[in-house]
Nanobody
Framework: VQLQASGGGLVQAGGSLRLSCAASGSIFSMHPMGWYRQAPGKQRELVANIASGGTNYADSVKGRFTISRDYAKNMVFLQMNNLNAEDTAVYYC?????????WGKGTLVTVSS
């Protein structure tokens, strides 16, 4: 599975961004797709993921971020609202299939305070 992410950029605190990720290859609704992020000097962490069984969010983004998925187009989206400086990171699209973990190239999100 190949993943192509887009939508990062620079935004002021309190603003919004929407990330998109398109998957190509053998991926089905039961396979989780989601987003991880890695801030400078920190480990990569799960932001949110989604599969046919539901969604999962990191506590730090609950109520501010919304993950959605277009199963027909094999795309996953992350709507990020009320961004703050702690959300600054490189965001990576992820999919877990029978072939294992697949990662897209990261997209940088920078939140200025």
């Amino acid at each position: 599975v190949q993943l192509q992410a887009s939508g990062g950029g620079l935004v002021q605190a309190g603003g919004s961004l929407r990330l998109s990720c398109a998957a190509s290859g053998s991926i089905f609704s039961m396979h989780p797709m989601g987003w991880y992020r890695q801030a400078p000097g920190k480990q990569r962490e799960l932001v949110a993921n989604i599969a046919s069984g539901g969604t999962n969010y990191a506590d730090s983004v609950k109520g501010r971020f919304t993950i959605s998925r277009d199963y027909a187009k094999n795309m996953v989206f992350l709507q990020m609202n009320n961004l703050n400086a702690e959300d600054t990171a490189v965001y990576y699209c992820n999919a877990i299939t029978r072939g294992g973990n697949s990662w897209g190239k990261g997209t940088l999100v920078t939140v200025s305070s």
